[in-house]
């Protein structure tokens, strides 16, 4: 099974991605991980124009579903269950629909509890202010081109839908609720 996560700037996305790993032994693929080494390899500055820049490029170069196609490799060289972090384009989820048992969740959060976290992760690609903040995640949610990020598309047709204003502790009943009982997936001694 392959679950993609889709999701606002600062929702969760991290948070849903480590549950999954820790208690269900997921495979953790990133989308962001995967930029950061292609950008530092280059010898370019990392943070989130360069990131967007790049992701968009090689999907121009390539096709629109590129990014999530190099990460599912992996994943089936790997094996096992898997989690593809950060799909941004309705190609990548129409790829990992045509390609495996594929399953979307998408994280949201209000913008104000979402830069907060965004702060207190301190990444490279997060030192903004909370205007800036919202214009870099306005550029992601809608676009025409299929090569380019397209956040509002990826949560609507996303399977599960998570809002995670809350604890930790809630956020994580939500998802187990929906990965034991939808999914019928179980703990996994790891």
């Known amino acids: 099974m392959v679950i993609g996560i889709t999701g606002t700037i600062g929702s969760g996305k991290d948070t849903l991605m480590e549950l999954l790993k820790t208690e269900y032994n997921f495979k953790h693929f990133s989308v962001r991980d995967y930029l950061i080494e292609k950008l530092e390899e280059d ?4 943070n989130r124009l360069t990131m967007s820049i790049l992701a968009n490029r090689l999907r121009a170069e390539n096709h629109p579903a590129y990014l999530a196609e190099v990460l599912f490799n992996k994943a089936q ?26 399953v979307l969740f998408a994280v949201d959060a209000d913008p104000n509890l979402r830069y907060e976290r965004v702060q ?13 903040f919202m214009a870099e995640e306005q550029k ?4 025409d081109e299929p090569h380019m990020q397209n956040l509002a598309t990826c949560i609507r ?17 939500k998802i187990k609720k ?13």
């Open 178 to 190: 929906v990965v034991e009982d939808k999914l019928n997936l179980k703990k996994e001694k790891i």
């Open 77 to 102: 060289e790997v094996g096992g269950n898997s989690v593809i972090e950060s799909i941004r384009t309705p190609g990548e989820v129409d790829f990992l629909k045509d390609h495996s048992e594929f």
């Open 157 to 173: 047709i996303s399977n599960y839908k998570f809002k995670n204003n809350s604890t930790r502790e809630m956020f994580y009943k």
């Open 120 to 132: 207190e992760r301190k990444s490279v690609t997060d030192r903004i202010d909370f205007n800036t």
């Open 43 to 46: 010898g370019e500055e990392v």
């Open 140 to 143: 992601e949610m809608q676009n």
